[in-house]
């Protein structure tokens, strides 16, 4: 299972637990238990879900005593799963137990299991949907063993029955506000009292902290809330040999979550916090909690925290040579905002860097545009190297630094490359149209004189050279002062007014009112003036237009926060969505201004409430990892394993989380095409990845979003997780707390809404809502998938159909069957080949009537196909098909096309006995000229001599064909089809199609002779 397989890695290479007394019962509980719990309480609410009654697993018997246990309150909560629920009160409780050390919890190995087992028992009520008083010990004692011979205790702990009144006690007890149940001597303990109370504190401290939804709840509480940070504190006091040993607990909190520079901010404040001897101890998206066993005050340095974070940008967005510079028939261009990151020495060797990673060569045309025809000049892509790399340096840089000296640059460099006397100055200034054509002739000239030595691999070298003595040469003129950098003192303020560290905000009240009114004031001045704002979020800084070379999307967008009649219609940005942008181009997400053309869609996993270290890092393996999702091609596609790993066909979520080609194997170092993640290597309370869509040119917002919304569904099941999956870069909640639902698709393209019934998704639907979805690619790329190319475009269609008539099913399973007749006979020229190839000689094969069966009931289909499994049951009994006519549609179904075709011909004005009467008269006759063999066919009745003399099973046929006749009137055409004849006629098609799968995988299991006996013994 990989969320085992993920989380024992990370145990067995967490330092914090080696000499932990407890180490071999945790890796047991991930090893044992944790598959079944997360098998049966992934969708199972412990806090939040819908407000519904949730469902009693099977095989639990309940006594009289308990009642249906409320979900209304719960609804109003935030989603939490049971699974969820339980990892993390475990994971919690034992990471202080093995921080404190031993000495604090001198437990051994079967007390730490039994510990273990009492909370994953400890809500029994939320697992059964039921509420019981822990009085009712007899009731309790019995559902917990139920409980735990389901979720195999026995495999982790092989005497936990000999110890359940110890676990009964244990669960019963760990919450101490309702249902505890304190008396021991109606329980028959084998564990000594003092440490069973202990026990019982630690699991009573774990599940009240598992109830805290942002990081500074674990200091302080609102008003009005109840006092978590004080009860937790309480219960870890009470236990006896935690003593001197008692943790301190901090946290640090930023104010919003926006990607990138978030998790930058989180991770530079966890080093200050590691470096004062604390250990991270909960992450949340917008903070982390953390834990230390001694006294240790810290006392945050904005100063630092600013650098620190401001460094490691300039690292990240330094990675890729191209980020923010662009290349055209002018040359080399930087956005502005470099020049705001990097200082003039750290830019020339930025600029170094990526023009000798240039390409195409354009000094030929260059050249032949100054009227040079010199062939011996060299033309090759070193002369663009150097020309271009030159012509930047003496143009961008020199006008940011000595601009009055323009021309002295020029004769430096001529000197430099002792070219002077041989090019003038004029002639290396010379433009047109704003292309440096003189550059390409000086840069020509030199490597013309360097030649053969210069090979390409060196002019990285040269450039950097160049660059020192061009550096050198400024410093002459007097161009060394740096200027004031906007984004950096944007950062700094941003830092300030949203870090929330330990209660001391770094920010003072005046400063951040000061903010609000300038974002206020520049929001008003800018909508009146039609001045740059930024269009993707509110700000109190100074906005300017986008640069092509930073914006992911399309720059000239509409933005309603422009004034309407404007002229201006590119958006504004401002310094801290600058260096987000930036900080997403680092880590490859997209090209500037295309983004929106690659129809990308981000998913973001948040805690439920949060993770624990182990959670954090499992998270992480897995989004570093994640592998192209196969979804239907071949056996080892998603669709193709959940199939195949029952023998019924049915697709089963059970095994979900065991398919392991979600993740790239160890020794698979290939880079996967359409999923494209980000996160830094420190643990963060929110991971994002990014997906784009299969291979085509030009993707649909339909393709888009087939994997974000399977992500966003099954996530949650298989990693305890909440998921977001939106269009937009910026994530849209700052933690769980802000959305109760676990599962939200944002913008989502409508085929899904109307596909799923909606675009969230609590706890308790996720299992049911994803098989839906399954069934729904299930059935598509059946009918429509060729090869790589899956044509999700037609979902739409398939979607809309079966929501209009769950019928059509089978009518795309024969859309299928002529699909594959056709192929085979293209293959073979051979018609009859085909139809034999196609399996519909025989009957349906077994595996498709299973699959197609399972993806009806899925999409909400009746129960035995309804009313025409009734049909076709009714019409069965007096008329068969031929056994070797069973691949002719007209023989299978001469009954029913026979009622259908009889009362769409009919009068309007015939009422529902004569239409009855009609109807029956007309198969009568067929019955009797298949009796005569002047037609195909045959009647069970009549062949029957057991049913008694020729005319009294004639009669009986009669009989039968009347009921058939009057159950097609009344509940199809009257019920169904409400009397209306143009809907009958516009579903006929449909309703066949129904019809012969039903008697397809009903009806030709045997020979017409075996049939005969069969009946009549």
Same mark, same amino acid.
């Given at each position: 299972?990989?969320?085992?397989?993920?989380?024992?890695?990370?145990?067995?290479?967490?330092?914090?637990?080696?000499?932990?007394?407890?180490?071999?019962?945790?890796?047991?509980?991930?090893?044992?238990?944790?598959?079944?719990?997360?098998?049966?309480?992934?969708?199972?609410?412990?806090?939040?879900?819908?407000?519904?009654?949730?469902?009693?697993?099977?095989?639990?018997?309940?006594?009289?005593?308990?009642?249906?246990?409320?979900?209304?309150?719960?609804?109003?909560?935030?989603?939490?799963?049971?699974?969820?629920?339980?990892?993390?009160?475990?994971?919690?409780?034992?990471?202080?137990?093995?921080?404190?050390?031993?000495?604090?919890?001198?437990?051994?190995?079967?007390?730490?299991?039994?510990?273990?087992?009492?909370?994953?028992?400890?809500?029994?009520?939320?697992?059964?949907?039921?509420?019981?008083?822990?009085?009712?010990?007899?009731?309790?004692?019995?559902?917990?063993?139920?409980?735990?011979?389901?979720?195999?205790?026995?495999?982790?702990?092989?005497?936990?029955?000999?110890?359940?009144?110890?676990?009964?006690?244990?669960?019963?007890?760990?919450?101490?506000?309702?249902?505890?149940?304190?008396?021991?001597?109606?329980?028959?303990?084998?564990?000594?009292?003092?440490?069973?109370?202990?026990?019982?504190?630690?699991?009573?401290?774990?599940?009240?902290?598992?109830?805290?939804?942002?990081?500074?709840?674990?200091?302080?509480?609102?008003?009005?809330?109840?006092?978590?940070?004080?009860?937790?504190?309480?219960?870890?006091?009470?236990?006896?040999?935690?003593?001197?040993?008692?943790?301190?607990?901090?946290?640090?909190?930023?104010?919003?979550?926006?990607?990138?520079?978030?998790?930058?901010?989180?991770?530079?404040?966890?080093?200050?916090? @590691?470096?004062?001897?604390?250990?991270?101890?909960?992450?949340?998206?917008?903070?982390? $909690?953390?834990?230390?066993?001694?006294?240790?005050?810290?006392?945050?340095?904005?100063?630092?925290?600013?650098?620190?974070?401001?460094?490691?940008?300039?690292?990240?967005?330094?990675?890729?040579?191209?980020?923010?510079?662009?290349?055209?028939?002018?040359?080399?261009?930087?956005?502005?905002?470099?020049?705001?990151?990097?200082? @003039?020495?750290?830019?020339?060797?930025?600029?170094?860097?990526?023009?000798?990673?240039?390409?195409?060569?354009?000094?030929?045309?260059?050249?032949?545009?100054?009227?040079?025809?010199?062939?011996?000049?060299?033309?090759?892509?070193?002369?663009?190297?150097?020309?271009?790399?030159?012509?930047?340096?003496?143009?961008?840089?020199?006008?940011?630094?000595?601009?009055?000296?323009?021309?002295?640059?020029?004769?430096?460099?001529?000197?430099?490359?002792?070219?002077?006397? @041989?090019?003038?100055?004029?002639?290396?200034?010379?433009?047109?149209?704003?292309?440096?054509?003189?550059?390409?002739?000086?840069?020509?000239?030199?490597?013309?004189?360097?030649?053969?030595?210069?090979?390409?691999?060196?002019?990285?070298?040269?450039?950097?050279?160049?660059?020192?003595?061009?550096?050198?040469?400024?410093?002459?003129?007097?161009?060394?002062?740096?200027?004031?950098?906007?984004?950096?003192?944007?950062?700094?303020?941003?830092?300030?007014?949203?870090?929330?560290?330990?209660?001391?905000?770094?920010?003072?009240?005046?400063?951040?009112?000061?903010?609000?009114?300038?974002?206020?004031?520049?929001?008003?001045?800018?909508?009146?003036?039609?001045?740059?704002?930024?269009?993707?979020?509110?700000?109190?800084?100074?906005?300017?237009?986008?640069?092509?070379?930073? $914006?992911?999307?399309?720059?000239?967008?509409?933005?309603?926060?422009?004034?309407?009649?404007?002229?201006?219609?590119?958006?504004?940005?401002?310094?801290?969505?600058?260096?987000?942008?930036?900080?997403?181009?680092?880590?490859?997400?997209?090209?500037?201004?295309?983004?929106?053309?690659?129809?990308?869609?981000?998913?973001?996993?948040?805690?439920?409430?949060?993770?624990?270290?182990?959670?954090?890092?499992?998270?992480?393996?897995?989004?570093?990892?994640?592998?192209?999702?196969?979804?239907?091609?071949?056996?080892?596609?998603?669709?193709?394993?959940?199939?195949?790993?029952?023998?019924?066909?049915?697709?089963?979520?059970?095994?979900?989380?065991?398919?392991?080609?979600?993740?790239?194997?160890?020794?698979?170092?290939?880079?996967?095409?359409?999923?494209?993640?980000?996160?830094?290597?420190?643990?963060?309370?929110?991971?994002?990845?990014?997906?784009?869509?299969?291979?085509?040119?030009?993707?649909?917002?339909?393709?888009?979003?087939?994997?974000?919304?399977?992500?966003?569904?099954?996530?949650?099941?298989?990693?305890?997780?909440?998921?977001?999956?939106?269009?937009?870069?910026?994530?849209?909640?700052?933690?769980?707390?802000?959305?109760?639902?676990?599962?939200?698709?944002?913008?989502?393209?409508?085929?899904?809404?109307?596909?799923?019934?909606?675009?969230?998704?609590?706890?308790?639907?996720?299992?049911?809502?994803?098989?839906?979805?399954?069934?729904?690619?299930?059935?598509?790329?059946?009918?429509?998938?060729?090869?790589?190319?899956?044509?999700?475009?037609?979902?739409?269609?398939? $979607?809309?159909?079966?929501?209009?008539?769950?019928?059509?099913?089978?009518?795309?399973?024969?859309?299928?069957?002529?699909?594959?007749?056709?192929?085979?006979?293209?293959?073979?020229?051979?018609?009859?080949?085909?139809?034999?190839?196609?399996?519909?000689?025989?009957?349906?094969?077994?595996?498709?009537?299973?699959?197609?069966?399972?993806?009806?009931?899925?999409?909400?289909?009746?129960?035995?196909?309804?009313?025409?499994?009734?049909?076709?049951?009714?019409?069965?009994?007096?008329?068969?098909?031929?056994?070797?006519?069973?691949?002719?549609?007209?023989?299978?179904?001469?009954?029913?096309?026979?009622?259908?075709?009889?009362?769409?011909?009919?009068?309007?004005?015939?009422?529902?006995?004569?239409?009855?009467?009609?109807?029956?008269?007309?198969?009568?006759?067929?019955?009797?000229?298949?009796?005569?063999?002047?037609?195909?066919?045959?009647?069970?009745?009549?062949?029957?001599?057991?049913?008694?003399?020729?005319?009294?099973?004639?009669?009986?046929?009669?009989?039968?064909?009347?009921?058939?006749?009057?159950?097609?009137?009344?509940?199809?055409?009257?019920?169904?089809?409400?009397?209306?004849?143009?809907?009958?006629?516009?579903?006929?098609?449909?309703?066949?199609?129904?019809?012969?799968?039903?008697?397809?995988?009903?009806?030709?299991?045997?020979?017409?002779?075996?049939?005969?006996?069969?009946?009549?013994?």
């Amino acid at each position: 299972m990989l969320h085992r397989t993920l989380l024992l890695r990370v145990i067995d290479h967490d330092a914090t637990f080696t000499q932990w007394s407890g180490r071999s019962a945790l890796r047991d509980f991930v090893q044992e238990l944790s598959p079944e719990i997360l098998r049966h309480f992934a969708d199972t609410a412990a806090l939040g879900g819908a407000a519904t009654t949730t469902v009693l697993p099977a095989g639990i018997s309940l006594p009289p005593t308990v009642r249906q246990q409320s979900r209304e309150h719960f609804g109003q909560l935030s989603d939490q799963s049971l699974a969820t629920h339980i990892f993390n009160g475990i994971f919690a409780g034992s990471r202080l137990a093995a921080v404190l050390g031993n000495e604090a919890f001198p437990w051994n190995d079967a007390q730490w299991r039994l510990w273990m087992l009492g909370f994953v028992l400890h809500d029994y009520g939320k697992a059964c949907g039921i509420t019981i008083h822990g009085s009712h010990l007899d009731d309790v004692r019995s559902i917990c063993q139920q409980l735990g011979e389901k979720l195999r205790f026995a495999a982790f702990y092989p005497e936990w029955q000999h110890f359940l009144d110890d676990i009964v006690y244990l669960a019963q007890n760990y919450q101490t506000r309702e249902e505890a149940y304190l008396d021991t001597g109606d329980f028959t303990l084998h564990l000594p009292r003092r440490r069973c109370n202990d026990l019982r504190l630690l699991g009573s401290f774990a599940d009240i902290l598992i109830h805290i939804e942002e990081p500074r709840r674990v200091v302080t509480h609102a008003q009005g809330e109840r006092q978590t940070d004080e009860n937790f504190r309480a219960k870890l006091a009470g236990i006896g040999t935690i003593g001197e040993h008692m943790p301190i607990f901090a946290y640090h909190q930023v104010a919003e979550v926006r990607g990138l520079l978030t998790n930058i901010i989180n991770q530079v404040v966890q080093e200050q916090f @590691i470096a004062a001897g604390f250990q991270p101890y909960l992450y949340f998206a917008e903070g982390v $909690v953390y834990l230390s066993s001694v006294s240790a005050p810290i006392v945050p340095n904005l100063e630092r925290i600013v650098d620190a974070v401001w460094e490691r940008i300039k690292a990240i967005i330094g990675k890729p040579a191209a980020l923010g510079f662009s290349r055209d028939g002018k040359g080399i261009k930087a956005t502005d905002n470099l020049f705001d990151i990097y200082s @003039i020495a750290e830019m020339v060797q930025r600029t170094a860097r990526y023009a000798s990673g240039l390409k195409n060569s354009f000094t030929r045309a260059r050249l032949d545009s100054l009227g040079i025809t010199d062939a011996s000049l060299p033309a090759d892509i070193r002369t663009d190297q150097l020309a271009e790399f030159l012509a930047f340096l003496r143009g961008s840089i020199t006008n940011a630094t000595v601009p009055e000296h323009a021309d002295d640059i020029t004769r430096f460099f001529l000197r430099l490359l002792h070219l002077e006397g @041989i090019i003038t100055v004029e002639e290396a200034n010379q433009q047109r149209g704003g292309t440096p054509l003189g550059w390409y002739y000086v840069a020509s000239r030199y490597v013309q004189r360097r030649s053969p030595e210069l090979k390409p691999e060196d002019m990285s070298e040269l450039l950097t050279a160049i660059g020192a003595e061009f550096l050198n040469e400024v410093q002459r003129l007097g161009g060394g002062a740096e200027k004031q950098n906007s984004l950096r003192e944007a950062l700094a303020r941003y830092v300030a007014r949203a870090l929330d560290v330990n209660g001391t905000a770094q920010a003072t009240a005046a400063e951040i009112t000061a903010e609000i009114e300038t974002e206020w004031r520049r929001y008003n001045t800018g909508k009146a003036t039609n001045k740059p704002m930024c269009s993707l979020c509110s700000t109190p800084y100074e906005s300017r237009d986008q640069s092509v070379t930073v $914006v992911l999307f399309k720059p000239q967008q509409y933005s309603t926060k422009n004034r309407l009649g404007g002229s201006r219609v590119v958006r504004g940005i401002c310094p801290i969505c600058t260096i987000e942008m930036l900080l997403r181009q680092a880590f490859e997400e997209g090209n500037p201004g295309k983004m929106q053309d690659e129809k990308c869609v981000y998913v973001s996993l948040y805690p439920a409430y949060f993770f624990t270290p182990e959670m954090a890092q499992m998270i992480q393996q897995f989004t570093t990892r994640l592998k192209d999702l196969n979804l239907n091609r071949g056996a080892d596609s998603l669709l193709g394993w959940l199939r195949k790993r029952r023998d019924d066909g049915v697709l089963d979520l059970d095994n979900l989380a065991e398919y392991k080609s979600f993740l790239q194997d160890d020794e698979d170092g290939q880079t996967p095409q359409r999923t494209i993640r980000y996160s830094e290597r420190e643990l963060s309370g929110l991971t994002t990845f990014v997906l784009r869509p299969a291979e085509s040119k030009n993707p649909t917002d339909t393709d888009a979003w087939v994997l974000p919304a399977f992500y966003a569904l099954a996530l949650p099941l298989i990693l305890n997780v909440k998921a977001v999956a939106t269009v937009s870069f910026v994530p849209l909640y700052v933690g769980a707390r802000d959305f109760h639902a676990t599962s939200v698709l944002d913008g989502v393209q409508p085929i899904f809404r109307q596909a799923l019934g909606g675009d969230e998704f609590r706890v308790q639907t996720l299992r049911a809502t994803l098989k839906k979805l399954l069934a729904f690619y299930d059935l598509h790329t059946e009918v429509f998938a060729e090869g790589y190319d899956a044509h999700w475009g037609q979902l739409s269609a398939v $979607v809309r159909d079966v929501n209009t008539d769950p019928f059509m099913v089978f009518a795309y399973f024969d859309r299928r069957k002529r699909t594959q007749a056709a192929g085979k006979r293209g293959a073979n020229k051979n018609a009859g080949d085909a139809e034999n190839g196609a399996g519909q000689g025989r009957g349906i094969p077994v595996w498709d009537q299973q699959k197609f069966l399972d993806i009806y009931l899925t999409l909400e289909g009746a129960t035995d196909m309804g009313i025409i499994g009734k049909l076709v049951d009714s019409y069965a009994t007096f008329y068969r098909a031929r056994f070797g006519k069973l691949d002719s549609a007209y023989a299978v179904l001469k009954p029913f096309s026979l009622a259908i075709d009889t009362t769409i011909d009919s009068p309007p004005t015939m009422d529902a006995e004569d239409l009855i009467t009609s109807i029956a008269g007309v198969i009568n006759d067929l019955i009797e000229r298949i009796g005569d063999n002047n037609a195909d066919g045959w009647d069970p009745i009549r062949h029957n001599r057991h049913l008694g003399s020729m005319s009294e099973r004639e009669e009986r046929s009669r009989r039968c064909i009347h009921d058939f006749a009057t159950l097609f009137v009344k509940d199809l055409f009257l019920g169904e089809c409400m009397g209306d004849r143009a809907q009958l006629r516009e579903r006929a098609n449909v309703l066949r199609s129904a019809a012969r799968f039903y008697y397809l995988t009903h009806y030709t299991a045997q020979s017409d002779e075996a049939v005969t006996t069969t009946e009549g013994a």
